[in-house]
């Protein structure tokens, strides 16, 4: 059983899902990982052909992109 942090919830809704994606402009479909860290936002996300489909690379499966969104202010 998972411990219980006050403040923390148990779940959150598809729309408060979603919003954290579109705050940083990125398409949750075609994300690996997303991690909100203390030094900014670390995202993997699929590398996409120029017609919008996922690019494929036979030495590793399929290529990703490493994105940063450090938090400044």
């Not at 148990?10 to 940083?24: G, H, M, W």
């Not at 402009?25 to 994300?31: A, K």
């Amino acid at each position: 059983m998972p411990k219980t942090i006050p403040g923390v919830p148990e779940s959150i809704s598809r729309e408060a899902y979603k919003s954290l994606f579109e705050a940083v402009g990125i398409d949750p479909m075609q994300t690996k990982e997303l991690s909100f860290r203390a030094d900014g936002i670390h995202a993997t996300v699929f590398a996409l052909n120029n017609d919008g489909t996922r690019a494929y690379d036979p030495a590793d499966g399929r290529p990703k992109h490493l994105i940063y969104i450090p938090v400044k202010g």
